[in-house]
């Protein structure tokens, strides 16, 4: 066997002993790069090459965009903006069938509108809804798994760190991802919603109708729901017509908040410094991915086994959508042993070449992987976005009622990913818009 080859599969052994020992995927993939690295060219190239690759992203003015995001979903959550949204929103669906399930929905989708975190979705509005759950009988393993199922808009809906991170690592247009990942996102949360009016359906017991509210008070309830779509009219309106960068849509967004919580007196030195904290810790993980990821990247190049793997895969015959079928349940696999930036950035170097081989949109494809990360965080026994959602239940929360009840849930999310596979002009017909 070529030698190079055997080195890429070392690699890929060393990494994943590595993981499942518990080293940050960050940090294991810039050992094994390094390690690697050195093999073939020596430690001081190697050195210099991991040196060159933290530094370039680290003052990335696209990476930028990163801790600013961020600090736009703290401050909405710091500033009560999510929770105003989430009570309008209960004023006007509550009283459907599975009422309290599709305001989860329909809020975690507003507030993915504002945050590119899943699990600061599931916290902020699963710390809201569930009580209102709870009260109104709601069976808690239900309650739970819807809202982990929720949480995962938020990285689909732009912004989403998801794309941004995709972004980076694959050289795309940031805004592009995120003007093509509104449809899917609509789309995913309306079945999400079709799922939980189901449900209800079915078994009114587990989900009854909540509480009823007048007109008045449905009216009334607007103007403080209308800084969450705000936000997201400051970022995606700006991208779509091209007035301004994502990076600047971001600061954008983030002054916004900010003045919005100095007007409503909601302003706090205590609330600002979490939020500062919280967005550091978020940035330093994703850069430390990146930085690994793509000097691991590179030392796969030095290997030339990739273009060998896709020269054989394309020698097969296989088309775009049964490359992208054949995917789903390796992903599926992957998510439960690996974060969202962790299959992103084990993946790409592998799979992203082999799809610009066989055709398939680099766009299209940054919103496929983010569907299928949004799997993983449902997916046990890692699923971030479930033990989130458990925390929140305290002793009622019990493991195997909600992974029982994410099987719908879960079933959506994979009927979307095929809805996406065969009608990827869900996806491209806003995302191919010239930015």
Known sequence: MDPMIVITMLSVVFLFILMVVGVPIGFALGIVGLAGYTYLEGFEVALYQLSIVTWEHALSYTFVCVPLFILTGEFAYQGGFAGDFYTGVQKWLSRLPGGLLITAFMSCAGFAAVTGSSTATVASIGSMSYPELKKHGYFPGLSLAALSAGG?????????????????????????LFIAGILPGILLASLFCLASLSIALIKPELAPRGADATWAERIAALPKMSVIPIIFVIIIGGIYTGVYTPTEAAGCATAFVLVAMIVARRFSWKGVLASLVRAGQLTAMVLTI????????????????????????????????????????IYIVLGMFLDIYGMMI?????????????????????????????????????????????????????????????????????????????????????????L
């Not at 799979?351 to 990360?373: E, N, S």
């Open 152 to 176: 995962t808009l938020g990285i689909l809906i732009p912004p989403s760190l998801g794309m941004v991170f995709y972004a980076i690592v694959t050289e795309q247009s940031i805004g592009k």
């Open 290 to 329: 990146i930085a690994g990821g793509i000097f691991y990247a590179r030392f796969l190049v030095l290997t030339d086994a990739m273009p060998r793997m896709i020269q054989f895969i394309t020698s097969m015959g296989v088309g775009p959508e049964t490359f992208l079928l054949s995917l789903i349940p």
């Open 346 to 434: 084990v993946s790409l170097p592998i799979v992203f070449p082999i799809t610009r081989q066989l055709g398939i949109d680099p766009i299209f494809f940054g919103v496929y992987i983010t569907v299928m990360c949004e799997v993983a965080l449902i997916t046990p026994p890692v699923g971030v976005n479930t033990y989130v959602a458990a925390a929140l239940g305290g002793k009622e929360a019990k493991m195997g009622d909600i992974f029982l009840w994410l099987i719908p849930f879960f079933g959506v999310m994979i009927l979307e990913t095929v809805i996406l596979i065969f009608f990827p002009e869900i996806a491209l017909w806003l995302g191919s818009t010239k």
